[in-house]
């Protein structure tokens, strides 16, 4: 399968690049990681990116290319999706209010309502 | 996040406060009364009522299914939230409560100085019955009375009727929204 993962720079973010690697080290998928531009995340683009880079290198995945989109998050991810030919586009998906429940934001409605793939929700 | 959300202007208030007991639209006796943090007795109600909530009516995944799961959810949340619960016949039937929006609830000197998540939940047999508003606005007289000010909740957007009541008693949407609607409150309070 040819996935394309997309992440911002949120802690989620590290987990759902934790997750797919695991699944794309085990199923050897193909796999191109993409940094959107979220300048109000945990991390900035260049950091997410070095994290990404590496994560991948140590997991013996070093011909799996990143990238860094510019541009709306949720627009850029499903306009690179659109120009590829991928089967599964992976996001992290949801995060926990102080209650326990589960959030959705904005950039997640977006590529799941625009995505032209199969849209795969990393909790 | 803490301090992000926009708050409406005006403060609203006052509300009734606990305990108090009413009649619902069915003329159902119904008591209601703040818990504080859950002692045992109050927690085992409470975790009676969620065993018999229908699932179809969960919201953004709460409550969870299942006692142990259910169990694990409110002692996550107990010790530092508020609650008010009300009750038929010695049966809790409706569950509001107020969560910290805080990673460290112990450090909180002045409950005005942080946001506090809402979640209300009534057993399907006693909604449309008019206990909704009457726990909602205690739960907010309840709050007021401890100098909680800022409250926010979020709402699947579909979910008219509860947009609507809580807009009755005073909310209004930040502007945030995705699938779900952000809302939030200021309350009146003494000090």
Known sequence: MNVLLGLGGSDESVKTLQRTIERTTDVGDDLTVVIVDKPESKRSQDEMYQQAREALDEAGLEDRPVEKLEGDPGSALVDYAEQGEYDQLVIGGGTLSPMGKIQLGPITEFVLLNAPTTVKLVR | ?191
């Open chain 2, 1 to 191: 996040m803490s301090g992000s959300r926009q708050y409406p202007d005006e403060p609203s208030g006052p509300f009734p406060a606990p305990p108090t007991t009413i009649e619902d639209r069915e003329d159902r006796p119904i008591e209601i009364r703040a818990v504080g943090s859950f002692d045992e007795g109050a927690l085992e109600d409470v975790v009676e009522m969620y065993l018999a909530f229908d699932p179809a009516d969960r919201a953004q995944g709460i409550p969870p299914t299942g006692e142990s799961r259910i169990r694990n959810w409110l002692e996550t949340i107990g010790e530092d939230s508020v609650n008010v619960v009300a009750s038929h016949d010695g049966d809790a039937i409706g569950h509001a409560m107020l969560v910290p929006d805080t990673d460290d609830p112990s450090a909180i000197e002045d409950n005005a100085d942080i946001e506090w998540e809402l979640a209300i939940f009534v057993l399907q047999a006693y909604q449309q019955a008019g206990i909704g508003t009457v726990l909602l606005e205690n739960l907010l007289g309840h709050a007021a009375e401890i100098g909680i000010e800022r409250v926010w909740l979020t709402v699947e957007r579909w979910n008219n009727p509860a947009i609507a009541l809580y807009e009755r008693v005073g909310f209004e949407s930040t502007g945030t929204e995705s699938f779900e609607q952000e809302m939030a409150i200021l309350l009146e309070t003494e000090g």
